[in-house]
C-alpha cells in the first residue's frame, strides 16, 4: 500500500515537470498497433493538453476513410497527404500530443520536420504485443496483402532501426496501458530533467 502511493507520487510529480516544462508538440510513433492513439491520448489527459492523430486528420482532408485512400489513389498518394499533413501539423509549436500513422516517421522530410519542431517518442513493441492487437489488420491496408505476422515482422526490421532515431524509445509490452503511460512519463521526465 505504502509502495503503490509512493509510486503514485513519484509518477504525479514527473508529470507536473513535464507539465511544466514540456515546450514541443510530443510526436508518437511506431507500428501499428503499438499503442501510439491509446497511450497518446492518455499522456495528452495526464498533461491537459490537446491529442490530435493524423490518420484523422488525413481522412478529414481527402473525405474518405485510409482502406478507401489506398485502393482509390494508391499508397503514393497516401504518403504524399500525409507528409502535407503532418508537414502542417509540425506548424503548431504549442506542447500537445500528436499520433502519427506507423509510416510517417519512415519519410526523410516528415522525419526531418518532426527532428526541428517536435519531441518523438517511439513505442517499442514486441511482435506478438502488435499481433495481439492488430488482429487479422481490418481498416490497415498495408496488413490486409498478406500473413500479417511476416508483414509486421518485415516493416519491424525496416523501420525499427529508423524509429530508434527518435528522442525517446519506450518498451510496450502486453500490460495495462497505465504501466506503459507511466513509462513514457518516466522516459520524458528522463529526457527533460537529464541531469
Ligand atoms: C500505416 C499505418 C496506419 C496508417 C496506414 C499506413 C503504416 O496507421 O497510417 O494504414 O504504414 O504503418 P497506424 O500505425 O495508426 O495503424
Do not use: W
Request: charged fraction near 25%; include cysteine; hydrophobic fraction near 35%.
Amino acid at each position: 500500500m505504502h509502495l503503490s502511493m509512493s509510486i503514485n507520487t513519484d509518477i504525479s510529480l514527473k508529470r507536473d515537470f513535464i507539465k511544466a516544462h514540456l515546450e514541443k508538440p510530443l510526436v508518437m510513433i511506431g507500428l501499428m498497433g503499438a499503442g501510439k492513439t491509446s497511450i497518446g491520448k492518455m499522456l495528452a489527459e495526464e498533461l491537459g493538453c490537446d491529442f490530435i492523430d493524423s490518420d484523422d486528420e488525413i481522412v478529414k482532408r481527402e473525405g474518405r476513410t485510409i482502406p478507401e485512400i489506398f485502393e482509390q489513389s494508391g499508397e503514393p498518394h497516401f504518403r504524399k497527404v500525409e507528409r502535407e499533413v503532418i508537414g502542417d501539423l509540425m506548424k503548431d509549436t504549442k506542447p500537445h500530443v500528436i499520433g502519427t500513422g506507423g509510416g510517417a516517421f519512415m519519410n526523410a522530410q516528415t522525419r526531418e520536420a518532426i527532428k526541428q519542431s517536435a519531441t518523438s517518442l517511439f513505442l517499442k513493441a514486441h511482435i506478438n504485443v502488435l499481433l495481439n492487437r492488430v488482429g487479422k489488420g481490418e481498416g490497415r491496408p498495408l496488413l490486409m496483402a498478406g500473413n500479417p505476422r511476416e508483414i509486421l515482422q518485415g516493416l519491424m526490421n525496416k523501420r525499427y532501426p529508423i524509429y530508434s532515431e527518435a528522442d525517446i524509445t519506450v518498451d510496450t509490452r502486453n500490460e495495462a496501458p497505465q504501466k506503459t503511460l507511466n513509462r513514457a512519463i518516466e522516459a520524458l521526465y528522463t529526457h527533460l530533467n537529464p541531469s
